[in-house]
């Protein structure tokens, strides 16, 4: 747990040697890394991230996660060489992501990999949308705007952007292969804890084959967020959209993004909506998604992650999306 005093280093490079911390507040939420609202002494306020692996809860549950980024673009998506490569990417795309103040992987000043960052002033966009939907209309437009300028962002080969951009590829063959065997793979973890999953595993395979089977080739991979859902878009002062978890950002079908826009943005997808998309991969990429959200929040209440309820509803709900996909009636 980070404290002022442990912050103090940070703070200093980042802002003067005048500035110090007059209060520091772990912010709910995080799962990957430790993210902290730092308070100064003359009321600025800024967000510090740090990539502690014990406060890494994913990694706590299930180490194997680690050290396979390159290998798999769905492996763990953690760390500050990953945060630059993306923040440096999206900035340049004229895509609006927090300010970063400092990015520090010396270990002087703080005994893990850690960075300070803009503190976003407003509410996140899940905020809005519970509390004032009728205001949301405008920031869900502009991320509009942002994500087709992302998914214009495109490379032949797939994979997390730091490793394509080194020329170094995935592994897999296809977007669609690895969604695939990553789909079986769930599913067999899934069925193994989950008794109704269990008694549909053999039409739930059999259901990805043939879904996976209708998909074609394709030559161009575009620039994705992975995770956005409206908890992973804050709003500034002038309302605008500001993009948070950007650690993911890989080339892949952009039709993974969209089922997962589609699942956390609910009724208001509508906002986000491409032409263009492979109905095929939708329907893979729609039962995959499902199906890792089932055995996901399973290995990582598997750890000691704190907030169990929330998973065990994204496990539930998952699962009853996952059976009503294949026409398995509800339990």
Known sequence: ??????????????????????????????????????????????????????????????????????????????????????????????????????????REHYPADAAVIEDVAGPSLEHIIGTRPHRAAPALQELSGMLRALHADTAGTFGKLLPVTSGRAAAGGSCAAVVLARALADLAEAAARVPRIADAQARLAGTLHERAARIGPRPGHSLIHGELGPDHVLTDGAGRPVLIDIEGLMYFDPEWEHVFLRLRFGEHYRFLREPGLDPHRLALYRLALHLSLVAGPLRLLDGDFPDREPMLQIVAYNTEQACRDIGVPGA
């Open 1 to 106: 747990m980070a404290t002022a005093e442990l912050l103090a280093g940070l703070v200093r490079s980042a802002f003067g040697a005048g500035a110090r911390p007059r209060h520091v507040s772990r912010l709910p939420g995080s799962s990957k890394k430790g993210v902290y609202r730092v308070v100064l002494d003359d009321g600025r306020t800024a967000v510090v991230y740090v990539w502690d692996p014990r406060e890494d809860y994913w990694l706590r549950a299930d180490a194997s996660t680690a050290g396979r980024a390159d290998a798999d673009p769905f492996s763990h998506a953690s760390g500050l060489d990953l945060f630059r490569a993306a923040h440096d990417r999206l900035s340049g795309l004229g895509i609006r992501v927090p300010r970063l103040y400092l990015a520090d992987a010396s």
